[in-house]
């Protein structure tokens, strides 16, 4: 019994495969292995997402010239696949025999600059019940190092998420949050357990629903948003999200 198995080339990412000049001596050595069967070749886009696709299709070239050893060496060719959510939305000489969608599986697009060539919506969001409010006196410090303080009397309400569940730190003092429908703001340093929201004058009740990512009404906040607030990419927004943090299913 032979293990199936698919080759990865590198035609450009580095990270990891055969660089794909070398690809025929790889194949080669590969069919002559008595304990495998090539199902699959592959490669990964490294800039499939961008704007400016030319690296992407200089790549996609470079895989196509790898793939004619299989010709050469009259085996038969196996299923291939190179294309990534970015190349699904906007590269469709890349969907070959298979497509490998990531992030455009959670309804976010890869990038600004990729072509929403596909209509998505998102496929989770994170909410968190408030466990405490209080009101503070104008110019009290908030939370830790009391980086944030409010010229009026304010009222103040606390979430039990923080950095440890993976809601980073830096979106402390900039990242909104919904509640009944409105959009407040995170008040003060993210703790590792818990984060400030300032609900300004409104009225907010223990054990109401913070929705930090996702939608309350006709209010929204996307990954992307978040994303932009903390220096990063979605992809980080969406996989720092903690084993910790209960995940509930849902139907459509």
């Given amino acids: ?41 592959y490669s990964h886009f490294a800039a499939a997402d961008e704007a400016n696709l030319a690296s992407a299709r200089l790549q996609l070239e470079c ?13 038969p060719l196996p ?31 890869p990038s600004d600059e990729c072509v929403r060539s596909i209509a998505v919506r998102p496929a989770l969001e994170l909410r968190a019940a408030v466990t405490h409010v209080k009101q503070l006196a104008a110019g009290t410090p908030v ?34 949050v919904l509640l009944r429908g409105k959009r407040y703001e995170v008040a003060g340093r993210v703790c590792m357990d818990q984060l400030l929201v300032n609900v300004a004058a409104d009225t907010v009740a223990v054990g109401e629903t913070a929705t930090l990512l996702g939608s309350d009404g006709a209010q929204e906040i996307s990954a992307a948003e978040l994303a932009r607030l903390a220096g ?3 992809y980080e927004v969406l996989t720092n999200i903690g084993a910790r943090v209960p995940r509930v299913y849902v139907g459509p």
């Fill in 1 to 41: 019994m032979r293990a199936p198995v698919h080759l990865k080339l590198d035609t450009g990412m580095q990270r990891v495969g055969v660089q794909w000049r070398e690809a025929g001596a790889f194949i080669e050595q590969a069919l002559r292995c008595k304990h495998v069967e090539i199902a699959g070749v």
């Fill in 63 to 75: 895989f196509r010239e790898a793939l004619q050893n299989f010709e050469r060496l009259r085996a």
């Fill in 79 to 109: 299923v291939r696949h190179i294309a990534n959510s970015g190349a699904v939305l906007q590269m469709p000489e890349a969907q070959l025999d298979l497509v490998r969608p990531g992030i455009l599986l959670y309804g976010v697009y």
């Fill in 143 to 176: 939370s830790y190092g009391g980086s944030w303080q409010s010229a009026q009397p304010v009222t103040v309400a606390t979430l039990p998420i923080g950095y440890g569940d993976g809601y980073m730190r830096a979106l402390s003092n900039r990242a909104p």
């Fill in 232 to 234: 990063t990419i979605a």
